[in-house]
């Protein structure tokens, strides 16, 4: 991965030839509650929601078939638990009623209630500004430990070559001071279809450790280049509800040209306190070499590899009055080419992080020779697929159908 002052989270790509934390964790009794979450109007299905427990960190999110699974400890005593997407009302489910069985739960979009009198700042760049200058009332100033479920994939057209995923422990350092973010796999499987590969293979080098640098209001000098706000031009766009307050939607885009690209993309703030809880982006690609450089850090003579769209998503959840990253998604989809060869391919890269429980208890940050660094790569680091009961009372993303399929196929090619 390359690492400069700017994007230094970008996924380094390593396209190699190819030849011929919680550790010991006690047993306990937990119920389970899953479905699918819809619009109530439209039927369709509402992917990348944020499923909770209120009062506690346990939660998830829904996958891009709507489809969620959480898991819910008994010792809690929880009745409910919460839904919230962005413009729909966020919405408390009784938990008693969802254990054992696959339900619909129907999300019913919310209207925008204006005040009578509104004042709008004139600027949106000032709210930006302001946004960013009042992140230590908005975001914890203490460590945190979380737990996180990540997942990656690798598909070269329609087919998957790699599937991975991890439950990791993080440890979360406050969004003041020079603390970094440290990240350890807990417990992790994947599976491989190498066959498939022809004569190459692609790889995601960073894993967990660079979805933790996507937390754009703590590496403000680190991601999107938000740290000098003169990179950017700033646009109002809509008003959006997220989590029942209205927030402001703030478009960005490249305002200067510099060594490495910018992004365009989206703020979400929340009106009342200026809180960041959203934001959505993508990488400018008009100068497709210099965003290839970004990505790729090793490649074979003779290869282009280029990439043709990125997308990424960052969401924040409040509790207690502070706001916590919640889940981390990347799209990548790039082109292949070989000079002076009949060869064309394309690759779709995923990666997505769903924090599903967070403490502030007696915090012991991780030693170093446990710590998944951003120069490594993740399906080095777990093992193969194992049984369907592999991951026990951990949180994790239900995986899409697609995706599951892919499981299935790539598990048995390695029986074979």
């Not at 400018?284 to 990439?307: C, H, R, T, Y």
Request: include cysteine.
């Amino acid at each position: 991965m390359k690492t400069s002052n700017k994007n230094v989270f970008s996924f380094g790509i390593l396209c190699l030839l190819f030849a011929a934390s919680f550790a010991a964790m006690a047993q306990s009794t937990f119920v389970t509650v899953s479905g699918t979450l819809k619009d109530a109007k439209s039927g369709e299905k509402i992917s990348y929601a944020a499923i909770t427990v209120p009062g506690t960190g346990i939660g998830t999110v829904s996958n891009s078939d709507g489809d969620f699974i959480l898991k819910v400890n008994t010792s809690l005593n929880a009745e409910f638990f919460e839904v919230s997407h962005l413009g729909y009302a966020t919405t408390k489910f009784r938990i008693s009623e969802g254990i054992g069985q696959d339900k619909t739960y129907q999300l019913q979009t919310q209207p925008i209630r204006l005040q009578e009198i509104s004042v709008v700042p004139k600027d949106a760049r000032e709210i930006v500004e302001t946004a960013l200058q009042d992140f230590k009332k908005n975001y914890s100033q203490v460590p945190n430990m979380m737990t996180g479920f990540y997942r990656e994939s690798v598909r070269q057209r329609r087919t998957y070559l790699t599937v991975s995923e991890a439950v990791v422990d993080i440890y979360k350092a406050p969004y003041s001071g020079l603390q970094n973010d440290r990240v350890k796999i807990f417990k992790g499987r994947k599976a491989a279809n190498l066959k498939r590969a022809d004569t190459l293979m692609v790889q995601l080098q960073g894993g967990p450790q660079v979805s933790m640098l996507l937390d754009i209001v703590k590496n403000t000098n680190l991601s999107i280049a938000l740290d000098n706000l003169d990179n950017y031009r700033f646009e109002f766009g809509t008003i959006v509800t997220i989590d029942n307050k209205m927030n402001w939607v703030i478009s960005f885009s490249p305002a200067v040209v510099k060594e490495e690209p910018l992004y365009n993309g989206k703020l979400y703030i929340q009106q009342d306190n200026y809180a960041i809880t959203r934001a959505e982006f993508s990488l400018d690609l008009s100068d497709e070499e210099k965003a290839a450089n970004v990505f790729v850090q090793k490649k074979p003579s003779g290869l282009i590899f280029m990439p043709t769209a990125t997308g990424y998503l960052v969401t924040y959840k409040e509790q207690n009055g502070k706001y916590y990253l919640d889940y981390v998604r990347v799209d990548l989809k790039f082109r292949c080419d070989w000079k002076k060869r009949l060869f064309r391919n394309s690759y779709t890269l995923m990666s997505e992080l769903a924090i599903t429980d967070r403490h502030a208890d007696n915090i012991v940050k991780f030693g170093n020779q446990e710590v998944f660094r951003s120069n490594m790569v993740f399906t080095d680091k777990v093992q193969a697929f194992e049984d369907v009961d592999f991951w026990g009372e951990n949180n994790i993303i239900e995986p899409d159908n697609s995706i599951e399929n892919a499981i299935k196929k790539l598990s048995k090619s390695m029986k074979k």
